[in-house]
């Protein structure tokens, strides 16, 4: 076998995999997308972006987004910092935190569910603290930041351990002399946090960032579980338009519109977060 040969060997599986599972999908969504009997067309397109619940479905993803991954960020830099400065107990720390991640999104909404609901948990305190005389039904149209909360709170405690175990994994890669040197030149934690450890991190956010603002604007299970239709995100009109209108153009048109967000999105990261040429820390 020719050695010049033998990477397109090592990459055939995973190219037949992608193929197979990726561009032929992509392929027939694109095409239910831009066609109908007539054969090519925006309609679908228009239909969607002429419905009057498509402007909150952008705005609602949009700003659950950035109240939610910036969050995250910060709690993810936090615990990952932490975990790596611990000496003992360290991997059951990082196995208690990371619990959230063998938690299916359905059930992390219906979690939380049981904590706003009318007889959750959140007016059983309430009521026991004399805050409230009776059960009182937080999540319903009258209370949309209450919804909003709900279900930024679930999503949080849910996908924060994506990002940690990315961001764990990166700062182990970061050599330890790097911040011996730094200590005895009487660096505080912060600037060797600020100097050493977000820049060698930057590949690392890349990917975190990346694969956490795409799982945002896919979000779904969670918010049908806490705000259904009070809350209208681009993958439940997806769903909506698939499964309750039966109308697979327009499901198609609006899953490539979520496609196209997440690319702007993920270069944006990608163009902020590059490392630059000759950069030293």
């Given at each position: 076998?020719?050695?010049?040969?033998?990477p397109?060997?090592?990459?055939?599986?995973?190219?037949?995999?992608?193929?197979?599972?990726?561009?032929?999908?992509?392929?027939?969504?694109?095409?239910?997308?831009?066609?109908?009997?007539?054969?090519?067309?925006?309609?679908?397109?228009?239909?969607?972006v002429?419905?009057w619940?498509?402007?909150i479905?952008?705005?609602?993803?949009?700003?659950?987004?950035?109240?939610?991954?910036?969050?995250?960020?910060a709690?993810?830099?936090?615990?990952?910092?932490?975990?790596?400065?611990m000496?003992?107990?360290?991997?059951?720390?990082?196995?208690?935190w990371?619990?959230?991640?063998?938690?299916?999104?359905?059930?992390?909404?219906l979690?939380?569910?049981?904590?706003?609901e009318?007889?959750?948990?959140?007016?059983?305190?309430?009521?026991?603290?004399?805050?409230?005389?009776?059960?009182v039904?937080?999540?319903?149209?009258?209370?949309?930041?209450?919804?909003?909360?709900?279900i930024?709170?679930?999503?949080?405690?849910?996908?924060?351990?994506?990002?940690?175990?990315?961001?764990?994994?990166?700062?182990?890669?970061?050599?330890?002399?790097y911040?011996?040197a730094?200590?005895?030149?009487?660096a505080?934690?912060?600037?060797?946090?600020?100097?050493?450890?977000?820049?060698?991190?930057?590949?690392?956010?890349?990917t975190a960032?990346v694969?956490r603002?795409?799982l945002?604007?896919?979000?779904?299970?969670?918010?049908?579980?806490?705000?259904?239709?009070?809350?209208?995100?681009?993958?439940?009109?997806t769903?909506?338009?698939?499964?309750?209108?039966?109308?697979?153009?327009?499901?198609?048109?609006?899953?490539?519109?979520?496609l196209?967000?997440?690319?702007?999105?993920?270069?944006?990261i990608?163009r902020?977060?590059?490392?630059?040429k000759?950069?030293q820390?």
């Open positions: 076998m020719s050695p010049r040969l033998l397109y060997i090592l990459i055939l599986p995973v190219t037949l995999f992608l193929s197979v599972f990726f561009l032929y999908p992509f392929v027939l969504v694109s095409q239910q997308a831009f066609t109908t009997g007539a054969g090519f067309t925006l309609e679908n397109f228009d239909e969607i002429s419905y619940k498509f402007p479905t952008i705005r609602n993803t949009l700003l659950l987004a950035a109240a939610v991954v910036p969050i995250q960020l709690l993810a830099l936090l615990m990952a910092t932490m975990v790596n400065r000496q003992k107990g360290r991997d059951l720390v990082l196995y208690i990371t619990i959230p991640l063998g938690i299916s999104d359905l059930a992390a909404g979690t939380w569910l049981a904590i706003f009318q007889s959750g948990f959140l007016n059983t305190m309430m009521g026991g603290l004399g805050i409230v005389e009776k059960p039904n937080l999540l319903t149209f009258q209370n949309p930041g209450i919804v909003f909360l709900a930024a709170l679930a999503e949080i405690w849910r996908a924060t351990a994506i990002m940690l175990v990315i961001l764990v994994a990166g700062i182990g890669l970061i050599p330890k002399e911040y011996e730094a200590e005895v030149f009487g505080s934690p912060w600037k060797r946090f600020l100097r050493i450890t977000l820049p060698l991190l930057r590949p690392s956010l890349q960032l694969l603002v795409i945002a604007f896919e979000i779904f299970a969670v918010v049908q579980a806490l705000g259904g239709t009070l809350f209208p995100v681009l993958m439940g009109e769903y909506a338009y698939q499964f309750d209108l039966l109308n697979s153009g327009a499901a198609s048109a609006m899953a490539l519109i979520i196209v967000i997440s690319i702007g999105f993920t270069l944006i990608l902020a977060l590059r490392v630059p000759g950069a820390i």
